[in-house]
Structures are given as structure tokens and as C-alpha cells.
């Protein structure tokens, strides 16, 4: 029995929350939330200027928002967030602070389709530009451009 009661132990001991590899899985995963003025689902110019633009208003939790040009280093719960247009993998913009005002590019423009909306969407980034683990991306924001 008293074989049987330290490989329990051992066992148990295994499993606990410090360790290699997985990092701190008690540490809170962060996430990011973002509405828009005018409201979603408004047409707004693709003029390049932010007066005509969309406004985002971004919440975070557990992350602190840097300017990844003076923090060049990933630090745990420092980061910055990347925009995204469309269904693009380049990002359109990146940035620390809320609001941003955002000029929709002359590149997108309106659909041929009745009814068919644009989208914008965030991404949490660490402060070498790289997606953090486990974040997901914000909520959509869908627009209309009018010429």
C-alpha cells in the first residue's frame, strides 16, 4: 500500500499548474471587444480621411495596451492590437489607444451587390507583432461605403 500511496504523489505532483511548456494556465487569456461610430451597419465614405471614416472604441482585459514602436520586446500582458478589412491578412492598421479614428482606403469599394457590407475585425498582437496565444479576435464591425 505504502508503494501505491508515493506514486500517487508523484503522480499529483505532475499535474500541478508550474512546470514547463504550457505556461501559466491559471493566467486569465485576454480579450478584445470593439463597437463603432457611426453605428454598425452604417455607409461611410472611402475617401481616406477619418472625418468620413469609422471611429472604433476598443475594451481589453488583461493586457496593457504599449506602442509596439517603444516596447520591442514581448513582455507577458503587453500588447497592441492589429486591424483587420475583410477577409485581408494584412492587417490594415495597428494600434495602442481608443478611440481610433479610421479612414476607410479608396481601395474598398462599394459592392455591386445590394446589401453587401464590408467588415473590419481586431486581433490582439504581443509587442513583436505576433497573434497571443489563445486570444480571440474582436467582435465583427460590418460597413457600407458610399462613393
Do not use: W
Not at 101 to 116: E, K, Q, Y
Not at 121 to 130: M, R
Amino acid at each position: 500500500m505504502k508503494g501505491y500511496f508515493g506514486m500517487l504523489i508523484l503522480v499529483a505532483s505532475a499535474c500541478g499548474s508550474s512546470g514547463g511548456g504550457g505556461g501559466n494556465p491559471d493566467a486569465a487569456v485576454p480579450t478584445i471587444s470593439v463597437t463603432a461610430a457611426p453605428a454598425n451597419g452604417t455607409a461611410v465614405k472611402n475617401d481616406n480621411t477619418t472625418a468620413n471614416g469609422i471611429t472604433l472604441t476598443v475594451t481589453t482585459t488583461g493586457i496593457t495596451m504599449v506602442d509596439p514602436n517603444a516596447h520591442t520586446t514581448d513582455v507577458a500582458g503587453e500588447g497592441h492590437f492589429h486591424v483587420y478589412l475583410d477577409s485581408e491578412t494584412n492587417y490594415l492598421t495597428y494600434a495602442f489607444t481608443t478611440p481610433l479614428p479610421l479612414a476607410i482606403p479608396a481601395r474598398v469599394t462599394a459592392s455591386a451587390a445590394p446589401g453587401t457590407q464590408h467588415s473590419l475585425h481586431l486581433v490582439l498582437e504581443t509587442n513583436t507583432h505576433n497573434p497571443i496565444a489563445g486570444a480571440a479576435p474582436s467582435n465583427t464591425i460590418m460597413f457600407n461605403v458610399v462613393q
